[in-house]
DNA sequence: AACCACCCATGACACTTGTCATGGCGGGTT
DNA sequence: AACCCGCCATGACAAGTGTCATGGGTGGTT
């Protein structure tokens, strides 16, 4: 009963001409993003433009790469935040096997850290769920025809950010944190002796400049430092 | 360009027929969502149903109210998380000046606590985003129908819960603890004793189940408490 | 009046956490 | 070989945090 509902409900009747390009053939997109509703409602908004056509809909980031095989999309929409595998890993095992597929980040938060590791997974286009609606259509065109789009605001804090400082031992500890986890809990989940976990954090709050865990937890999400 | 932008841009030409009312005037719904893109897309997605209508939209929950007043919507569609006033004591608010207006909570996290407020509040139905698409219309006729739309996992859960056991007080030291404060901060944010803030929350710890003052924050925004 | 719940505060104590110095191990660089 | 960095660990100390007992004040209930 919603547009597009199946993997392959062919082109919009008549010949198809988008408003900018003017392809016959659209754009054959792979949409990611686990809410199911927010998922549909977006298939909706996209079946507006005839140029575009949503061939495969996946609920999971660790769907994103098989699917893709089978339906050989020209753009995969990604959301980062996805249960079994998020977007930004989904984006880079995508590009691996499928150089050509050009992919779209479409996230709630502009973290400047997800920016960054977007870029380094081979992401052609970021943009945030505050965005006007257009802006989906349009970014997907633009990527297609080989050009970059990123949120300016984005791009320029992300420039301004360095890369973490964090080792990747302090990262795995400072990760495992979280939900207030005692030293103990932290230490057996990662298997370290307590007093190393400890060193280790302490280290973690000297490089976010926080006063707690908590804080430097709080302060590296933001940074995309995990 | 987008379908439906327009306040009111009349009913789908010839004889609206509903799939299951047989109304002649169509559902006239206002949307609240604070995610352009989310929201268009939304809109998007009720303009494939004859018998709903999106008289109106607005980004933040401080305009539910006087966008109501305006446009004399049959149902509100609410986010929950929106800036300016969170969509339950938005729901609050316009259940006070438009009792005959219908609510309809829109939300990603499931909460119990948020359920019961919800109830509080007015509140007719109460769906998640991760619903399949279909059902946000179905909900939208059932509770102009007068009936009540409840995700039945959720309600048990709710039910399961008592209410909050934590004094007005102790719900406000938990809440002024968050993003890793220190006692320090949290005392002067509240205006009071150190020792006081630590006796506070040490009972908010002994309430939840703790064993700090990170779980217990968490504890108490899952179950609603704050 | 007696009682209870909540509010606020203080002080003492024990436990947890953050910091620092120190040292051994492995790998890569100069 | 000397050096630096990251990894892991221990021990000691200081600071922060959680717990408990105690007490005074308010307002509502029985």
């Not at 053939?25 to 199911?36: F, Y």
């Not at 927010?38 to 699917?67: C, H, K, N, Y």
């Not at 709630?108 to 769920?129: D, N």
């Not at 990527?143 to 973490?164: C, F, H, K, Y």
Request: proline residues 6%; aromatic residues 2%; glycine residues 10%.
């Amino acid at each position: 009963m919603t547009p597009a509902s199946g993997p392959a409900s062919g082109p919009a009747s008549g010949p198809a001409s988008g408003p900018t390009s003017a392809s016959v053939r659209p754009i054959r997109v792979l949409l990611a993003e686990d809410q199911a509703m927010i998922r549909e409602a977006l298939v909706a908004l996209l079946s507006f433009e005839d140029d575009i056509e949503v061939v495969a809909q996946v609920g999971r980031g660790d769907e994103v790469a098989m699917t893709a095989s089978r339906t050989d999309p020209d753009v995969a929409l990604l959301d980062i935040e996805m249960p079994g595998l998020d977007g930004l890993t989904a984006a880079g095992e995508l590009h691996k096997i499928r150089p050509g597929t050009k992919i779209v980040i479409l996230t709630t938060f502009g973290r400047p850290g997800y920016l960054r590791r977007a870029m380094e997974s081979g992401v052609s286009g970021f943009i945030v769920k505050d965005s006007p609606a257009d802006k989906l259509a349009h970014t997907i065109r633009q990527v297609m025809n080989g050009q970059r789009v990123i949120d300016p605001d984005l791009a320029a804090a992300a420039l301004s950010e360095g890369g973490s400082p964090l080792t990747p031992r302090e990262r795995d500890v400072l990760a495992a944190s979280a939900d207030g986890k005692t030293i103990q809990q932290i230490a057996a989940a990662v298997c370290l002796s307590e007093g190393t976990v400890r060193n280790y954090l302490s280290s973690c709050i000297q490089k976010t400049g926080a006063r707690n865990r908590t804080e430097a937890l709080r302060i590296a999400e933001e940074r995309g430092w995990l």
